[in-house]
């Protein structure tokens, strides 16, 4: 059993003894205040503070980091104060104790105001001292080392804490250590089956690959010894969880992403990086594209290194990282790496920054807890820094291009220049063509096919996201060359005045002049751009020239249409608003039960007007490509109405819950169309209500006091 004695050993080799001596102390305390505590594996409670101080002497911390390590959990499980604390250890070292102590369990499912305030506990004692989170971080780690003797529901609900909340706080502080640790525990306590297949199927490829691994390995040093060039080269070993991963979400079998072998070259310096870099080129031929540059361009978390991809022997890929110790060390430990070189007297600019970058999280943090309403609407901002929904996608050249979730590979290369989006016509990803509308996912490898003298499509004004690319769509299609669209525009009319039986040849002479008088427009050419442009609706336009006779006597009375008067009452040049009481002139879809609030676009259907859905509804997947059977709508800003919307609710099975349900909606003010329930099994059911709103955000502040009763699973708004 590893010993005070054994970790004051491996501490003299950079705490002066008078520091090492202070930590054995801070050790007997804890023993002595733990007296009698046993862990759940029947082991001495002070086994757990030793094996947390040993991880954190592993990262080459501070004795007052070990100390408070040693006395972490003194001031929750045993009488000891924190006045006492300070009193014998002194206040940095009582500050740090009494900062983790607070650090409570965070649940994600739920809870919600209960893990804003741990959220905000967390941040609150970050900001005091950043060590904070390092010593809590160690802890976990040993928790998660010694989950064997809990039931089997508290390892996954542990283990879905620290794969959620501490896992991605060490990856944004950079300590990947423990980062790829705590996920690689948790998912074998969450998925125990599947990552014990997963590693016999690792144990069994590295035994397969071993001699080829020799042989690479041996290949790059000599090349190194060749050129007099300083380095080391050992084997890089991909953990659990990125195998998993990258099998579930990339749909790649095991043996393809056990195919590409993994090399890290330390050497001295910068310069020399990017020498050896030029060696392993000259050794086996790059893989286009494959080249990334994080010592010049760092990432967030302070991580620098050269990437680059080899043609290996055979044509195998070779993925080689090339650093500095220093950057080694800054990768393996983050902000920790702060403290080991301040240990040995040196302090390097790499692990000053990557402490000064931890700060400035920390103060942006602090400053969004100043400006939020309250815990909630905190914990909202924490979960887009610490969680973003953002993706990552990588360029062929190997660029990380930054883009809000749901982005297309037309808002990608809108992002990149104007003129590509323009010119684009196809993508590839991961060298596979895709459609221009998929949405994109972190990770994947993007390349634009572009034509000359190609022009956006109207179409995709209905699937991008980004306000860059909307904009530039739309000045690129009133850009265009007015022949294109007046040829545009007379073909849509004609197809529009078809359904009336009739074309513009046939009209009678009066009628168009007397059109374009009404709308202010001088020929014949300027209305047909308008619609070949898209800012007119085709079929609006044939409806009004043969609604009625439209001469220099235009009747001044209101029109009994109400899809007339709908037109008449809109602004031409912008879309059609509507407020929910047109009658027969527009009909809400069933299929997707719009709400004042939801983007919507209309279908014009002959017989029935104005079909309102809303803008994801996949049954209008098919006419996405027909312009001229869309109507750009909008939503009036006075709407005095109830809408239906159908809600589906997970809840466990009990007695009153349907009572409790109806109660609060009612109370909410809003009424219950219809209610159903189905069992799903003895526990749980599914409650599936319709119920009358005014709009999005009405449902929105529904769902949210649902979520507040006990027993409510997930809610989600149904589509039929």
Avoid at 211 to 230: A, G, K, Y
Wanted: glycine share 6%; hydrophobic share 40%.
């Amino acid at each position: 059993m590893f010993t005070i004695d054994d970790l004051a050993d491996r501490l003299g080799g950079y705490l002066p003894d008078d520091e090492i001596q202070q930590v054995k102390r801070a050790f007997y305390y804890a023993e002595q205040a733990h007296d009698g505590q046993q862990r759940r594996s029947g082991e001495p409670y002070v086994t757990h503070p030793l094996a947390v101080a040993n991880i954190l002497a592993n990262m080459h911390m501070d004795h007052q980091s070990l100390m408070a390590a040693m006395l972490h959990d003194v001031i929750e499980d045993t009488g000891v104060s924190r006045e006492a604390l300070e009193a014998q250890f002194g206040e940095a070292v009582a500050e740090l104790v009494d900062g983790v102590s607070k650090l409570t369990q965070i649940t994600f499912e739920d809870k919600a105001v209960a893990q804003a305030e741990n959220f905000q506990k967390m941040v609150m004692a970050m900001s005091r001292d950043i060590r904070v989170i390092i010593v809590k971080l160690a802890d976990r780690l040993h928790n998660m080392r010694t989950l064997g003797a809990l039931r089997p529901d508290k390892k996954r609900r542990i283990a879905r804490e620290t794969l959620e909340i501490y896992a991605r706080i060490a990856g944004r502080l950079g300590i990947n250590t423990i980062r790829v640790e705590l996920e690689d525990l948790s998912f074998q306590a969450i998925h125990p089956m599947r990552a014990e297949r997963i590693k016999r199927a690792v144990a069994s490829a590295r035994g397969n690959r071993r001699s080829t691994m020799r042989q690479i390995q041996t290949s790059l040093q000599r090349r190194l010894d060749e050129d007099d060039l300083t380095g080391s080269v050992v084997g890089r070993q991909k953990h659990l969880l990125s195998i998993y991963r990258k099998m579930h979400d990339q749909r790649k079998p095991f043996a393809e992403i056990m195919d590409v072998f993994g090399f890290r070259i330390i050497t001295d310096s910068v310069d020399n990086c990017y020498r050896v870099l030029g060696a392993v080129h000259n050794l086996y031929k790059p893989v286009p594209g494959r080249f990334k540059d994080y010592i010049a361009i760092p990432k967030a978390n302070g991580y620098q290194s050269l990437h680059t991809t080899l043609f290996g022997p055979s044509g195998m890929p070779i993925e080689v990282q090339i650093r500095t110790r220093e950057m080694e060390a800054m990768a393996n430990n983050g902000i920790a790496a702060h403290w080991l070189y301040k240990a040995g007297q040196t302090e390097r600019p790499i692990a000053a920054g990557s402490h000064a970058r931890a700060r400035e999280w920390v103060r942006g943090l602090l400053e969004m807890q100043r400006h939020a309403g309250d815990s909630l609407e905190f914990i909202e901002h924490v979960k887009n820094d610490l969680f973003p929904d953002d993706v990552y996608i990588f360029t062929p050249k190997g660029d990380i291009m930054e883009l809000p979730q749901g982005a297309t590979a037309v808002d990608f290369a809108y992002s990149v220049h104007t003129d590509i989006g323009n010119s684009c016509i196809a993508c590839r990803i991961d060298r596979h063509l895709a459609p221009l509308s998929t949405p994109l996912e972190s990770g994947q490898t993007l390349e634009i096919i572009t034509a000359p003298g190609a022009r956006p499509n109207l179409a995709w004004l209905n699937f991008v996201i980004t306000a860059k690319a909307r904009s530039a769509i739309r000045h690129a299609l009133k850009s265009q060359q007015r022949s294109e669209a007046i040829q545009l525009g007379r073909r849509l009319l004609n197809r529009a005045l078809g359904s009336f039986e009739t074309s513009l040849e046939k009209l009678p002479p009066e009628r168009l002049p007397a059109l374009l008088e009404e709308l202010d427009l001088k020929t014949e050419d300027d209305l047909l751009e308008t619609i070949g442009l898209g800012t007119r609706l085709a079929h609006a336009t044939a409806r009004r020239l043969v609604a009625r006779e439209l001469t220099t006597d235009v009747d001044t009375g209101a029109s009994d249409d109400p899809l007339e008067r709908l037109l008449e009452d809109s602004p031409h040049n912008g879309p059609i608003v509507i407020n929910g009481s047109e009658s027969m002139a527009i009909s809400f879809a069933r299929c997707c039960h719009p709400l004042p609030g939801d983007p919507v676009i209309g279908h014009l259907s002959i017989g029935k007007g104005i079909v309102v859905h809303r803008h994801e509804c996949g049954n209008l997947d098919e006419l996405r490509d027909d312009p001229d059977k869309l109507v750009s709508l909008t939503w009036s800003k006075q709407i005095d109405q109830d809408f239906p919307v159908p809600l589906r609710i997970e809840v466990e099975t009990r007695r009153g819950l349907i009572a409790e349900l109806a109660s609060l909606i009612t109370d909410a003010d809003a009424n219950i169309e219809r209610i159903g329930i189905e069992e799903r099994d003895a526990r749980l059911s599914i409650v599936n209500l319709t119920i009358l709103v005014k709009g999005r955000v009405h449902l929105a502040r529904i769902i949210k006091r649902l979520r507040n009763l006990n027993h409510i699973g997930r809610i989600v708004r149904a589509r039929n």
